[in-house]
């Protein structure tokens, strides 16, 4: 009988409690506004998709998911597959998605009931001046030295009325939500950024193999006057001019090669490397630029799929509403139920017993009745915050279809300046052949032949330039299309 009592008492506390807080539970309902994504403002079309239209028309189509395979171009894939497995910024947004969960799983554990198990041993030697000791030391038998033992686990439940608990788990989803999109945003942003690295690396390899090019040709005229006027046919002015020319042609070597070291340094920062770790792998590549098709089918809505920042943008927007309610669910009363279920004794044979068993249910209620101006104070942030929210979201969306448009008009103007070029770099070595073939004759002066030099050297150097900034522009465009991510 002794045994039994106690179990009949925590069975019958342990089902009043569960059927409390199942009533209440069921009762429960989280106050705020319900969250509703805002309409999508996006325009149709892209305005200048028609223009784009020729040339995608001639070029193999990709997909957004991996663009940079569609530049067929092995060392870029290679490049870019490196930097998304070793970037420091894309580990450093791994951590931050880590740290937004563990928020997410505290907020989603503080709905639960919070359990722990305790068991002491303490040893204590009763003070005859302190009134328990006084008191005490007057009984026979009493003993001042006291071991006491103690064993039991306890709960404790904050009901979660209003749903306060609850708008707060759903802002932290929504927070994880957003970091993770965030992450997508960075692992974009590391492609582009490797892959533009390495078109200027390119661009910057071919515009001094150009200016080499150029160097070589311009000695030989050199050397064309040193013999005329070694034959008594040619002027000290015209070798002079010669040589100015040579060394003009040399000046513009080195702001290209520091255009390739610090392309070099860049590529391998963002690879995780120590500058010059991955540099013999780009030296003096051949391989020509071939930039893909920018697929546009599916028109400005798609980027609400796909650009992180505008998923990032919209999460915080769902998050900053929870908020509200958060804010709203302090005017009402919280209750919270609390049970203790041990033992306790002052012999260890009779910790386990009935006469040692003290269960314990506590219910507090806690209600901010009055701190109302404080509390409307919080609501009214709360409501602040969600529209500050909303006007980020809806920034988000216009600049996302800006990014893209001016990605798309730099690639339109940039492939009719190539053309362009083109014709003008023929035109330009045409004339420099005819001035130099002139010159030999005498029909000419060298400064004919020296202009139509600098003329052609400036018209290849700016076309190698435009040929790079083409294929940067590509990666614009796949970027602002929230490509690199499936």
């Excluded at 023929?426 to 010159?439: L, M, V």
């Excluded at 522009?473 to 991510?485: K, T």
Aim: negative net charge; contains cysteine.
């Amino acid at each position: 009988m002794t045994n039994a009592a106690p179990h009949g008492l925590v069975k019958r506390t342990v089902s009043v409690v569960v059927a409390t807080l199942a009533t209440l539970g069921l009762a429960a309902c989280a106050v705020g506004p319900d969250y509703h994504a805002p309409a999508s403002e996006m325009p149709t079309v892209y305005p200048h998709a028609k223009e784009l239209a020729p040339l995608n028309d001639a070029r193999e189509p990709v997909g957004l998911d991996a663009w940079w395979n569609g530049f067929d171009d092995p060392v870029l894939t290679k490049i870019v597959q490196r930097a998304l497995d070793q970037n420091l910024d894309m580990a450093s947004s791994i951590a931050r998605v880590a740290q937004a969960r563990a928020a997410a799983d505290f907020a989603g554990a503080e709905l639960l009931p919070q359990g722990s198990a305790y068991g002491d041993v303490s040893k204590q030697r009763q003070s005859l001046e302190s009134p328990l000791g006084k008191i005490g030391s007057n009984l026979p038998g009493y003993k001042r030295g006291q071991t006491l033992y103690s064993v039991g686990a306890a709960a404790t439940w904050e009901i979660d009325i209003a749903g306060g608990l609850r708008r707060g788990a759903e802002a932290a989803d929504a927070e994880l939500q957003a970091a993770e999109a965030n992450h997508l945003g960075v692992r974009i942003l590391v492609a582009a950024e490797a892959a533009d690295a390495y078109f200027r690396v390119r661009g910057a390899q071919a515009r001094i193999g150009i200016a080499r090019q150029q160097v070589q040709t311009n000695q030989r005229l050199l050397d064309l006057v040193r013999l005329r006027l070694a034959d008594g046919i040619g002027a000290q002015r015209e070798q002079a001019q010669a040589e100015a020319q040579l060394a003009q042609t040399r000046v513009t070597i080195p702001p290209l090669q520091i255009e390739l070291e610090t392309q070099l340094n860049r590529l391998d920062v963002l690879m995780g490397a120590q500058p010059g770790t991955y540099a013999s792998e780009l030296r003096d590549s051949t391989s020509e630029l071939t930039v893909p098709q920018v697929a546009l089918a599916q028109g400005p809505a798609d980027l609400l799929r796909r650009r992180p920042d505008v998923i990032a943008a919209e999460r915080k927007l769902a998050a900053s509403n929870a908020r509200i309610g958060v804010a709203t669910a302090e005017y009402y009363p919280k209750l919270s139920l609390s049970a203790l279920l041990g033992f306790e004794s002052l012999s260890a044979g009779k910790l386990f017993t009935g006469q040692a068993f003290q269960p314990a249910a506590t219910a507090g209620l806690r209600w901010r009745l009055f701190d109302f101006g404080r509390v409307a104070a919080e609501v009214a942030g709360a409501k602040g915050a969600n529209a500050e929210a909303l006007a980020m979201y809806r920034k988000s969306m216009l600049q996302a279809t800006a990014d893209v448009e001016d990605a798309l008009v730099t690639l339109v103007q940039l492939e009719a300046q190539s053309h362009d070029l083109a014709d003008e770099i023929r035109s330009h070595e045409r004339a420099r052949q005819a001035a130099e073939d002139a010159y030999k004759g005498g029909a000419v002066s060298l400064f004919e032949v020296l202009d139509e030099d600098r003329q052609l050297l400036a018209a290849r150097d700016q076309n190698a330039k435009v040929r790079a900034d083409n294929a940067r522009a590509a990666v614009s465009a796949f970027r602002a299309l929230g490509g690199g991510w499936s």
